[in-house]
């Protein structure tokens, strides 16, 4: 199974965003989700939704965001992992989406996941997305409809975002038993991988996602790890180790 982490861009700077970046890579994860911040909260928790604030704070710009991720990817001493941009579509649509995709494939990211952006309405996005080569990862949720699935699997590639929970990101202390039902049906109909996000935040969790996930997500307590720096002025060092040995541990549960 691979690993993916989450991570705010701008949180509690760009420069510690490099810092973590660096740091994940070198934990073995094997892609990145790095959000940019967005005003109204989409599906977000309380952690992730401080983040964005916190960053937003500094009225950061989208540009500085794709300049700070090619100058990592070009300055890594080793190879970071796949890259991801989680981002509303209402950035997309501003910058416009030939532009923004442009501008994201330059900058070193190899795919999009806009929770906003309705499957009804990906057919131009996901048309850019394959011409210029980069994944549009699509979210479907327990209470996503069999004929509304299909329909996201027409225009999805990369991945599915599997959403193990009707309900906002944060760490809960074990997942639905009707997920694992979920996830079987969703093999059986496509041929993507799937990786789970939402409420996933210790390597004890996997478990029950072997052999039916092909992936997990962790966002809220590795962002978590990263706001420490800001509200309890915990040293960047320290951060970077905190969330270092949780990511290792993700890895090595992933990876067995």
């Given at each position: 199974?691979?690993?993916?982490?989450?991570?705010?861009?701008?949180?509690?700077?760009?420069?510690?965003?490099?810092?973590?970046?660096?740091?994940?890579?070198?934990?073995?994860?094997?892609?990145?989700?790095?959000?940019?911040p967005y005003s109204d909260p989409i599906a977000d928790g309380p952690v992730i939704q401080a983040s964005y604030t916190r960053a937003l704070a500094q009225h950061l710009h989208v540009n500085q965001i794709f300049a700070t991720v090619r100058e990592t990817t070009a300055n890594a001493a080793q190879p970071l992992p796949p890259l991801v941009a989680m981002v509303a579509y209402a950035?997309?649509?501003r910058m416009g989406p030939e532009k923004f995709v442009a501008d994201a494939c330059q900058a070193g990211f190899s795919?999009?996941?806009?929770?906003?952006?309705?499957?009804?309405?990906?057919?131009?996005?996901?048309?850019?997305?394959r011409a210029a080569g980069i994944d549009l990862v699509e979210l479907i949720a327990p209470t996503t409809t069999p004929a509304?699935?299909?329909?996201?699997?027409?225009?999805?590639?990369?991945?599915?975002?599997?959403?193990?929970?009707?309900?906002?990101?944060?760490?809960?202390?074990?997942?639905?038993?009707?997920?694992?039902?979920?996830?079987?049906?969703?093999?059986?109909?496509?041929?993507?991988?799937?990786?789970?996000?939402?409420?996933?935040?210790?390597?004890?969790?996997?478990?029950?996602?072997?052999?039916l996930a092909d992936g997990v997500i962790v966002g809220s307590a590795i962002v978590r790890h990263i706001g420490a720096i800001s509200e309890s002025q915990v040293p960047l060092p320290t951060a970077l180790q905190n969330l270092g040995t949780l990511a290792a541990q993700m890895v090595a549960a992933t990876h067995k």
């Open positions: 199974m691979a690993f993916m982490p989450f991570i705010t861009a701008g949180d509690p700077d760009l420069a510690a965003t490099q810092a973590v970046l660096h740091e994940l890579a070198a934990r073995g994860v094997d892609l990145i989700e790095i959000g940019f950035i997309i649509f795919g999009l996941i806009v929770p906003d952006l309705p499957a009804d309405e990906a057919a131009e996005l996901s048309r850019i997305c509304r699935t299909q329909r996201i699997l027409e225009t999805a590639t990369g991945f599915i975002y599997c959403i193990s929970v009707a309900g906002i990101t944060g760490v809960r202390d074990e997942l639905p038993a009707e997920l694992q039902e979920q996830l079987k049906w969703l093999k059986s109909q496509t041929k993507l991988p799937l990786a789970v996000g939402f409420g996933i935040s210790r390597p004890d969790q996997v478990d029950s996602l072997r052999g």
